[in-house]
């Protein structure tokens, strides 16, 4: 790093004489120095990006002689290793100008979530333009994760669907309006979401995912397979099982009424998809017997999701694709996540450490 500098987003704010905040107020990238006689306060303010490390480290030891030039680096290799530093000076970008002053916003978002030193700001937003993503199902989840990736620029993005635009859909499948009644989803959605990001090669399928065969050869061609369908019933295992076979990160989106879920896995990386129900299943057989209500009327029940519902589920499961490709943010994997719409929290999922021991999914591979 040639010329180190606080990401302005992370600027430190002093409280009193000893105590200094940097990172802003975002937990998961604030931390608190404490800073006795204001050595780290004059460091912080050096780091402006107009000096080198070791005219740092001279004006520091200049201002603290008991303090070694050792010390100030150390302590600026701390704050890189935090996050908290990037280089004033960075190598110019591979991007294009265009594509600069597109995905601007984007790079000041990732700088600001990313704790990892990076030789430039842009080098997330090259990793997603390097990145090729699979899509399954563009209905109300999948209309969110295409356009935001799409407007975020990934490389590639490739949509499977087979079904035609209902009515019903309108209420929540934002790349439809009225006049696509009756037309597949892949012929309106993929002219469409070219004409958001000409960058970006946007390609469809209308395509039967019928077993993990197919769901095998979509995970075996991409970076990265994000799950936005539940249908057939067994489709998540299938995914789970195609992307366990050939190492392929995934993410899938769903919702239970206003609980919203996304869930994402990197194969080998720890438990699959299919442990936590395979142990759920396990835990519930020794548990009295449970009788469901079923009542007449399930059959005429509609499946409940709006625009914000489903919205949720695709903003989530972009993001977490986004993360899976540049790392930024860092999130968890091999987890689930829930959200509950009606009090707007997270909801705690039970999550598993380490893969279980019988799970019929990846057993076998350990
Ligand atoms: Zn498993």
């Known amino acids: 790093m040639r010329r180190p500098r606080i990401k302005y987003p ?14 802003g107020l975002v937990p998961g990238i604030r931390r608190d120095l404490i800073d006795p006689d204001g050595w780290a306060w004059e460091l912080l303010n050096l780091l402006d990006g107009s000096r080198t490390t070791d005219e740092v480290a001279e004006e520091l030891t200049r201002l603290f002689p008991h303090r070694s030039q050792r010390l100030v680096r150390a302590a600026i290799e701390d704050l890189m290793i935090a996050g908290h530093v990037e280089d004033a000076d960075e190598p110019a970008s591979r ?99 070219r004409t958001y990001n000409s960058s970006v090669e946007v390609t469809g399928e209308c395509r039967d995912v019928d077993g993990p065969e197919a769901l095998r050869d979509l995970a075996a061609g991409f970076d990265v397979v994000v799950l936005a369908a539940d249908r057939p ?30 869930g994402l896995y990197r194969p080998s990386a720890g438990p699959c998809s299919d442990c936590l129900p395979a142990a759920r299943q396990a835990r519930q057989e020794e548990l009295p017997e449970r009788t469901e209500w079923i009542p007449g009327i399930a059959s005429a029940y509609e499946q409940a999701a709006n625009a914000t519902s489903a919205g949720f589920a695709g903003n989530f499961a972009a993001h977490a694709a986004i993360s899976l490709i540049t790392g930024v943010p860092a999130l968890q994997t091999n987890r689930e996540f829930a959200f509950n719409l009606v009090d707007l929290t997270s909801v705690p999922v039970i999550a598993l450490d380490t893969p279980y021991p019988r799970c019929p999914s990846c057993r076998s591979r350990r």
């Open 233 to 262: 019933r067994d489709i998540r295992s299938w995914t789970n099982r195609a992307c366990l076979d050939t190492g392929t990160p995934w993410v899938h989106a769903g919702y239970h009424g206003p609980l919203v879920t996304v």
């Open 10 to 23: 992370h600027r430190p704010v002093r409280y009193g004489p000893s105590l200094i905040r940097i990172g």
């Open 95 to 193: 991007l294009a100008p265009a594509a600069r002053r597109r995905y601007g916003r984007s790079r000041a978002l990732s700088q600001w979530m990313d704790l990892t030193p990076r030789r430039t700001g842009w080098e997330t937003q090259v990793l997603l333009g390097g990145a090729k993503v699979a899509l399954v199902g563009i209905g109300g989840a999948g209309c969110v994760v295409a356009l935001n990736l799409v407007l975020s620029g990934v490389g590639r993005l490739h949509c499977v669907d087979r079904d035609v635009i209902e009515r019903s859909n309108l209420n929540r499948q934002i790349l439809y309006a009225d006049a696509d009644v009756g037309t597949l989803k892949i012929d309106v959605a993929v002219p469409r979401l």
